[in-house]
């Protein structure tokens, strides 16, 4: 007793310790920041000068470049407001775990690099490591933003973070993550308006991983970003990519108007396996919501394509044009669990099962035994889209306990013992452990979260599998 007291009493000083250090660090770096980071403003407010003697508020550097080339490790770089016409490569200085080097808008400005048109350049990020990116428009480039090896000349670049960063009618890509990288963080991205060069077929929003080549780049996150209006794909994974996270999006007008070469894709598309990478891929697709995905003459399009393993749950899809699948899995392979959508489309559209190792369970859109097909009354405000569930809604504690998998729902609500089918838990109590007889949880075959994955819940393959495209 007296061991474990003495114990708790250590523990609780070393936490006090920690406490003070992290304290104490973060001050620092407030006032590391505050005190000591160096500038660009090209705004003619204070006159500018890409000498190495500037870099203050007051005699700023003029170009993003330059002041990139002067920064040290760990240290901040602050941009004001002003377009700079500038296509640039990030090669360091490499940041450390503890202490990122910063390249961003000044707190409140959001200035533009914008290149020389929509066949010329991009901004690159390569061959180096905890760096923020924050704050930037990019425009007018071919392509946005590029974080990858310099196309196999480089080493790859990890643990890279870019937020609030806009990338808007550019000729290719918006954002491409490629050449092995790793650890790679987009939060509050926008991208638009992208395959604007007339000429290429790659106008994607995000696109991680290579084209033809084998691309291992894995551990990537796309969070809570807006992808819109994207001539291909919105967030494409290609084969060989792995353990990739998309959470929190938000897509519309992907493949539109369509290329080519966007037929068959998805506005989250994952491609088949390109066998560079020996076991399930495991990318994660949740808590999205994807939208209006139009009508485009000869192309066949997607919400979401499913070419390898992953697990989709807590998605909202609606507004998939009528010729369209919501989701479809196709390419057989590594298995996938797809739990608690809500799509609003017709039953037999909602999830496509091509062939392959489908776990479909708790999910509104398919008319299956663990699935409930769409109907308006389930809705707060089904016209306006709103589809958190009504009181009294017939889906509510209807689902069987896919908690292990999902254990919150597209609002961060806990989920009760008894999950209500689709994106959405009902704020209300669960039921009691007691059945009656006319539960549906019990009038469902139930396999528990921990049994073999079942195969083509959904629906009966009944379409020809995607023709393999070059990119
Ligand atoms: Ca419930
Ligand atoms: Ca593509």
């Known amino acids: 007793m007296k061991g474990s007291t003495t114990g708790s009493i250590r523990a609780h000083a070393v936490f006090f310790r920690l406490f003070q250090l992290t304290t104490f660090a973060g001050f620092w770096i407030v006032s590391h920041a505050a005190t000591g980071a160096t500038y660009v403003d090209n705004s003619g407010v204070a006159a500018c000068s890409d000498s190495p ?28 407001n002003g377009t700079y016409n500038e296509s640039f490569t990030i090669k360091g200085p490499a940041g450390t775990p503890a202490a990122h080097t910063i390249i961003s808008a000044y707190p409140g400005h959001v200035p533009v690099l914008r290149g020389s048109g929509f066949n010329s350049g991009r901004i690159k990020i390569t061959g180096t490591s905890y760096i923020d990116f924050s704050g930037f428009v990019i425009t007018n480039h071919n392509q946005g933003l590029y974080i990858d090896d310099d196309g196999g000349t480089g080493t790859p670049p990890n643990h890279i973070t870019v937020t609030d960063v806009t990338v808007h009618d550019v000729g290719q890509e918006g954002v491409a993550i490629r050449g092995g990288t790793t650890n790679i963080l987009l939060d509050r991205v926008t991208v638009y308006n992208t395959g604007r060069n007339g000429t290429s077929t790659n106008g994607e929003g995000i696109y ?7 691309d291992n780049t894995s551990t990537i996150t796309v969070r809570n970003s807006t992808i819109h209006d994207t001539q291909d794909e919105g967030i494409e994974l ?20 369509g290329s080519a070469y966007s037929s068959g894709g998805g506005a989250i598309e994952i491609n088949n396996p390109s066998g560079t990478y020996g076991s399930n891929p495991n990318h994660l697709i949740r808590n999205n919501v994807i939208h209006d995905i139009e009508f485009t003459s000869g192309i066949t399009k997607y919400g ?16 998939i044009n009528s010729a369209y699948k919501a989701i479809y899995s196709n390419q057989a392979d590594y298995a996938r669990l797809v739990y608690h959508n809500t799509i609003d489309a017709s039953s037999s559209l909602a999830v496509v099962n091509f062939g392959t190792r ?5 999910n509104i859109g398919p008319s299956t035994a663990t699935n409930a097909a769409i109907n308006s009354a389930f809705f707060i405000n089904y ?32 989920r009760d013992s008894f999950p209500d089918e689709g994106a959405f838990e009902h704020v209300s109590a669960p039921p009691s452990r007691t059945h009656k007889s006319t539960d549906r949880v019990i009038a469902r075959p139930t396999s528990g979260t921990g049994g073999p994955i079942q195969f083509a819940r959904c629906l009966l393959p009944f379409l020809s599998s995607r023709t393999a495209k070059p990119r």
């Open 53 to 80: 003697g500037n870099g203050s508020t007051s005699n700023p550097w003029c170009t993003v470049a330059y002041g990139i080339s002067r920064i040290g490790s760990g240290e901040t770089l602050y941009v004001k």
């Open 208 to 214: 991680i991983g290579g084209g033809n080549a084998p």
């Open 238 to 257: 290609k084969g060989g990519t792995h353990d990739c996270v998309i959470e929190g999006n938000t897509l519309y007008s992907n493949l539109s108007p």
């Open 304 to 319: 979401i394509r499913i070419g390898t393993g992953a697990t989709v749950y807590n998605n909202v899809l609606y507004n």
């Open 358 to 362: 489908l776990d479909c369970r708790n």
């Open 383 to 414: 016209a306006a889209h709103d589809y958190r569930l009504a009181a009294g809604a017939a889906v509510i504690h209807a689902g069987v306990d896919l908690r292990s998998v999902v254990p919150l729902d597209f609002a961060g609500q806990t």
